[in-house]
Structures are given as C-alpha cells and as structure tokens.
C-alpha cells in the first residue's frame, strides 16, 4: 500500500508512519518542521528495508501548500491510504484567548485535510479504493475548560470525516474518524507516565493499521481512545 501521513515527524503522526512501515507500506510523508522530518525519514530507513520513503516538508496551514502536497503524492501514485494527522493546540478560552487562534487552529487543524482530501479522493474514486483517516480528537465530542478553538477546530473535522463518510461510501472508499484522548508526546516534555497515566502514541497507531486489515465489507467509522483511568 501506498502510505500518505501529514503531521508524520514526531508523535501519533510517526508513530503510524513506523507501524506502516514495518508491515512492508510504502509512505509518503511531510510535516512542517524539515530538520525533524527527514530524520524521521533516516530513522524509518534504517530500521525497514524494502519500502520506499518519500518526505519533503509543507506547512498545511497554507492552502496551497496542501494542495501541492497532495500533487507531490500524486505524481508519485495513487494513495491507498491517507492520514490527515497535522495538529495545532493552542490552549485557552474562547473570549480570552489571543486574536487569531481560531483561525490558526481551523487552518492547521480544518483545513488541510480538507484541500489534501479534496485532491487526491478523485484518483481513489477511479481506483475504487482507499482509505481516509482524520485524526480528531476526544475534544471533537466533549467541550471542557481551555479548549476553545482548538476544541471547535476538532468538533469542525470530525464534522467533515461524518460528511465524507456519507459521501464516499458508494465508491468504496472508507473514512474512520480516530478520537484519541490524552497521549503521551513531545509535546507532554518530562511527564512522568510510569504509572500509566495517559495513553501512547502506539495506542493509536495500532488501532489505525487493525482498521486498515479489515475485508472491504466492514468500515470502522470512528475509533475513541481513552486514558484507562479517564480524562485528564
């Protein structure tokens, strides 16, 4: 299979690109940080032989940036499968939160999937193929404290995995919306999780690859994860 994964540098994003990887998929990768994605890339090589890699950086906030993107893939060949795990979380309240988050979040978080979605679902039609996986969030279901625009760009792109799933199902294309709580990344710096606290970003990677072993009878529309002893 033919791997596409945004976001694909660090966390959830690599995590799914090693899963793949180790199972024999060609990927195709980007994130917006170059340094950290083509060390990504060594990485992948020098544990995986016989797959073929390809990486090159875009910032998907950009609406032409993600629309190149999906044309580097394409030139390349047909995904089989595409993750649209590009994120931005930026903490805090919808009335005190700094002018311009919503729009910085719906554009990292909303929008690339959808111009990326947009531009390579025509070649899966022709092929009559394909899987789409929007990385959403426990914040897509339930509003709480301090999620402001980031929890409104969230509930908007599990919005649109719901649309594309209605849309797509008579092409044989699938789309699983994935609804992970809180997982341990970079982003969580020296969090002690010796006890188990919150979950890891091979959780969800594990749960993306099962989805894609399925016969193309069965479609699992939504995956929700969450930390064994709850939320935090």
């Known amino acids: 299979m033919n791997v596409v994964i945004t976001g694909a540098s660090r966390g959830i994003g690599f995590a799914i690109a090693d899963i793949f990887a180790k199972n024999g998929h060609n990927l195709f990768l980007t994130s917006k940080n170059e340094m950290k994605l083509y060390k990504a890339m060594e990485i992948l090589q020098a544990k995986y032989g016989g797959i073929e890699i390809f990486a090159k950086p875009f910032d998907l906030s950009i609406k032409e940036n993600a629309i190149a993107f999906a044309d580097w893939c394409l030139l390349r060949a047909t995904p089989d499968v595409v993750v649209n795990n590009t994120g931005l979380f930026e903490p ?69 995995s719901r649309n594309l799933r209605q849309e797509l199902m008579p092409h044989n294309i699938k789309v699983t919306a994935v609804l992970p709580g809180a997982v341990l990344t970079d982003s969580w710096g020296d969090f002690d999780n010796s006890r188990n606290r919150i979950m890891e970003a091979e959780d969800i990677s594990k749960m993306i690859y099962a989805a894609t072993q399925l016969s193309p009878a069965a479609c699992v529309e939504d995956i929700i994860l969450r930390p064994q002893l709850g939320d935090l």
């Open 92 to 160: 805090g309240n919808v009335i005190e939160e700094a002018d311009g988050s919503l729009e910085k979040q719906i554009a990292t978080n909303l929008y690339s999937a959808y111009h990326i979605t947009r531009k390579v679902v025509p070649a899966m039609q022709a092929k009559k193929s394909g899987h789409l996986f929007n990385i959403c969030s426990i914040a897509s279901l339930e509003a709480y404290p301090g999620g402001g625009s980031y929890s409104i760009s969230k509930f908007a792109l599990y919005g649109f």
